[in-house]
């Protein structure tokens, strides 16, 4: 029994506290460096920006330098860069819709641009902490198909259904969400004369009723190696986004198989909750794993927000490329009136979405 005041009582009360802490600061740089591409790519073209803030609802600081007001507000999940003449007509040489087209497309496109530089960032820190991974088979285990393909310890994995493979894990999420399909693997064998070989074969997955998931059989070596060169750091941190920006579309692939619902889907107080789970389990390894496993999370969001507002949806920054991108092709911008209709419709429907996802949310609380 936890009595207050109690040892397990503080510890609670402690890695609660460190767990809303994470959650501003993550949502707080993420979010930051998402409008701070805005601003910056605004900037640098000679657009105005009226206001550069981090938050939503009432200003809690404000000051403006310039024709820039910059504020912190009240929620912090949320930000903006409001930029002169973004959505309405604008008569002044410094307004967004008065600047060329790519001018344009650049400032829209640096939000997620910038999101996926902070995933890379923070993965070359992630790995030069913990070092890398690769798809070097241990074993093969009996009965599973890929002892029966020949597959042997020392044999990396490639390649699997045509997508390049860095790490096992990038196996254990296909073989996750692709459950049951077929799947064609590509391995690497050294030879005794040290001579390379590639070979391909075909496997069908097994289901094992007591991890309850779909195996081909593959043990894989679990050694962390050290990146030995910037090269392989730069590189290794590119493969860490990768896996993220693989995991939001193989998420979309089971929502499309029904293999996941929308009830599946998680916002802010999710994530925040998401949070909460890992300060909690990385607590009792030290402060250290503590912060490393945030970054993980947050190279995941970083990721997974850059991926979210790339796709061709009204209202969000991948929906307004859509048009900007019409407008290069056909020489001439699409009807502003009719844009902003087009915009309005998206983010009501969006608004709708996020406040279903935010009910789902605190039901699962409860």
Not at 79 to 92: F, I
Not at 237 to 242: A, R, W
């Given at each position: 029994?936890?009595?207050?005041?109690?040892?397990?009582?503080?510890?609670?009360?402690?890695?609660?506290?460190?767990?809303l802490i994470a959650a501003v600061l993550i949502f707080g740089l993420i979010i930051l460096i998402h409008e701070f591409g805005h601003?910056?790519?605004?900037?640098?073209?000679?657009?105005?920006?009226?206001?550069?803030?981090?938050?939503?609802?009432p200003r809690l600081v404000s000051f403006r330098k310039g024709e820039t007001r910059y504020s912190i507000k009240l929620l912090?999940?949320?930000?903006?860069?409001?930029?002169?003449?973004?959505?309405?007509?604008?008569?002044?040489?410094?307004?967004?819709?008065n600047k060329s087209v790519w001018a344009r497309i650049s400032v829209v496109a640096a939000g997620p641009f910038f999101n996926f530089l902070l995933a890379w960032l923070l993965a070359m820190a992630l790995v030069g902490f913990t070092g890398y991974s690769?798809?070097?088979?241990?074993?093969?285990?009996?009965?599973?198909?890929?002892?029966?393909?020949?597959?042997q310890a020392g044999d990396v994995?490639?390649?699997?259904?045509?997508?390049?493979?860095?790490?096992?894990?990038?196996?254990?999420?296909?073989?996750?969400?692709?459950?049951?399909?077929?799947?064609?693997v590509t391995c690497?064998?050294?030879?005794?004369?040290?001579?390379?070989?590639?070979?391909?074969?075909?496997?069908?997955p097994v289901w094992d009723p007591e991890r309850g998931m779909y195996r081909i059989g593959v043990l894989f070596d679990g050694t962390y190696y050290s990146a030995k060169s910037p090269l392989t750091l730069m590189a290794q941190?590119?493969?860490?986004?990768?896996f993220c920006i693989r995991y939001v579309f193989d998420t979309f692939y089971m929502m499309f198989r029904g293999l996941v619902t929308i009830d599946d889907l998680s916002g802010p107080v999710g994530i925040v909750s998401a949070i909460d789970s890992t300060v909690e389990e990385a607590a009792p390894y030290g402060l250290a794993t503590v912060a490393l496993s945030l970054v993980s999370l947050s190279i995941l969001l970083s990721a997974n927000l850059g991926v979210?507002?790339?796709?061709?949806?009204?209202?969000?920054?991948?929906?307004r490329l859509v048009f900007l991108l019409l407008e290069a092709v056909r020489g001439k911008p699409i009807d502003r009136e009719k844009e902003g209709m087009v915009h309005l419709a998206g983010m009501m429907l969006l608004m709708a979405l996020m406040i279903f996802v935010l009910f789902n949310d605190v039901r699962k609380l409860f």
């Open positions: 029994m936890k009595i207050a005041g109690s040892p397990c009582g503080m510890k609670g009360r402690v890695e609660r506290s460190m767990s601003f910056l790519l605004a900037k640098r073209n000679g657009i105005g920006v009226l206001e550069f803030s981090l938050g939503m609802g912090p999940f949320g930000g903006s860069c409001m930029m002169l003449g973004e959505d309405e007509e604008e008569a002044a040489s410094n307004a967004f819709g690769e798809a070097l088979v241990a074993d093969t285990e009996e009965g599973y198909p890929a002892r029966e393909a020949g597959i994995v490639t390649k699997i259904n045509g997508r390049a493979v860095h790490a096992y894990r990038d196996i254990n999420l296909y073989t996750l969400t692709h459950p049951g399909k077929a799947i064609e690497e064998r050294i030879g005794e004369d040290g001579e390379k070989t590639s070979y391909t074969s075909l496997l069908e941190g590119i493969y860490e986004v990768e979210m507002n790339l796709l061709p949806i009204p209202a969000l920054d991948g929906g």
